[in-house]
């Protein structure tokens, strides 16, 4: 022990990054089919390995946090912007509301029970599932000119309450919303993920989720004029026919290419290549002859975008009101061939929505598909440059927001680093998916600093914790789980029967959002198993987005009220 401390004490980054090693490797641990993820396991790690007595950087621990709320800021930007539309209102009803009543319960359990700001915030951040909640809540300690010693116990008191009401809390969300909330509402979750999915329309063979057409729907097909209908018929004439799901892409005729134009008419024995969708471009093709192996002259150059959905016109349209606002002529050769939300792959069915923040994969010709592109979003950026002036800019912007100090009731207040990097990730977040020509931050990078950053602040509260951990769960122990029950409870229950009479949600969607406002990506997925179906997710995405920044918000207002 002494060798370690020795160890420790030489190189606190040794401890630092021990603790983000093992903690990781416990968070990989399945419990009944459950993980608690590498940030719990990470502070688990670190509440032990401080009981040797580690003394860390704050500068280290206030940058780690910097990186990590500004890249969550960052990356639900677009997102949590576009969601503010009137399509998506109940879904952000919802979300508020579940939010109020997640501080209102905390509040008053710190009332009734003389909880400290420590217990109450880190009740909050635990039992909501939500991380970001200990950073801003712990900086909001420093700044209630409270002595030094008793801030460092209460910002313990943040990290070891967090870390015991976050398994009970997240085991019950996960349970909750996959099987309690289905039998409440009077459902079966499969059955009414079947019925939804008939409401949204055929899509042809239905697919578990996770899985895709392993024969790609979007097709290029060569075909020799043969048939007597087909001579004389133009361009123009077929395509509208099929109502842009068949296009015209080359026109052989006596060996030489023509020029593709709406009145070109065909003749017999032309080579014509048909690209679209196919069942489509087979019933065209039948209708102009033979398919043909000979492809001498023809070449078929596609491209593949994927794009964020952010046009506010398009959130919350069906994908068959998108084919109407979307003119023929600009979509003309492009089509929609895969459709994702928070990872999911979603059934493109005609009554499907486009939600802000959904990734559409588009196929087509490459100059048509720049139009679209700039119709539906903008184009994910799939390279690994990082622009660092702007990240830079970022960070410091958020930084200088938060040392705004705005008196209340005579107390200085202020947002500090979490609540700064906050508005200002979201911001530039929103601003480069605008004029998505500067700022890049690919979001693969985003998401690696988001969570590095998160490990590595986490470590720095655990390790900071030290023997003051043991007195806590000493006094109130055994407390803490039935306060997190509590606290999931009381809201989730209100907040799903306020959806349901309310709202007039329906029972899927209302599982998905219950999920999303408590941010609790794990609870999503045991919908989609239980349902054996992506429907839930239709009701995930703007809860979260909208959650994630309240409950982090909510932090200070903890602080600052108990």
Known sequence: ???????????????????????????????????????????????????????????VKTLAFALFIYSLGYVSGPQFFSSLGRSTLGHVHLSIFNSVLIFATVWLLAQALDLDKGTAAGLLAGATTESASVGTASEALTGQGLEAATVKTLQANIGVTYAVTYLFGFTLVVFFVSVVAPRMLGIDLKEAADA??????????????????????????????????????????????????????????????????????????????????????????AVLGEESADVRGISVVGETVEVVVTNRKLVGATLSQVRSLVPLEMRHGVYLAKLTRVGHALELRPRTRFEAGDVATFVGLPGSIEAVVKAIGYPIDRSDRVDYVYLGLGVIAGILIGLITVPVAGTPVALHTGG????????????????????????????????????????????????????????????LPALAIVVVLLPIVISMYFAKYVLKMNPVVICGALAGAFTCTAGLNAIVAEAESETPVLGYTVPYAVGNVLLTLLGPVIVLTV
Request: charged share 20%; hydrophobic share 45%.
């Open 1 to 59: 022990m002494d060798l370690l401390k020795s160890l420790f004490e030489s190189s606190p980054l040794i401890a630092l990054f021990l603790c983000v090693a093992i903690g990781y490797g416990i968070g990989n641990v399945k419990i009944a089919g459950v993980q608690i993820g590498g940030t719990v396991g990470t502070l688990f790690a670190a509440i032990a390995i401080g009981q040797i007595g580690v003394e860390t950087s704050g500068v």
């Open 196 to 285: 939804y999915e008939e409401e949204l329309g055929d899509v042809g063979e239905d697919l578990d989720p996770g899985q895709e057409e392993g024969i790609k729907n979007v097709v290029a097909r060569v075909y020799q004029i043969s048939s007597p209908e087909a001579e004389g018929m133009t361009v123009a004439e077929l395509e509208k026919t099929y109502d842009g799901t068949v296009h015209v892409h080359q026109l052989i005729r006596r060996g030489r290419p023509r020029e593709i134009k709406p009145g070109l008419t065909f003749m017999s024995g032309d080579r014509v290549a048909l690209a679209g969708l196919l069942e489509p471009v087979i019933e065209a093709g």
């Open 420 to 479: 700064g990097c906050l508005i200002s990730g979201l911001l530039f977040g929103w601003l480069r998916s605008k004029h998505p020509t500067f700022g890049s931050l690919p979001t693969p990078t985003a998401v690696h600093l988001r969570d590095f950053g998160l490990a590595v602040f986490v470590a720095s509260v655990g390790l900071s914790v030290g023997p003051e951990a043991l007195n806590l769960l000493k006094e109130q122990g055994v407390l």
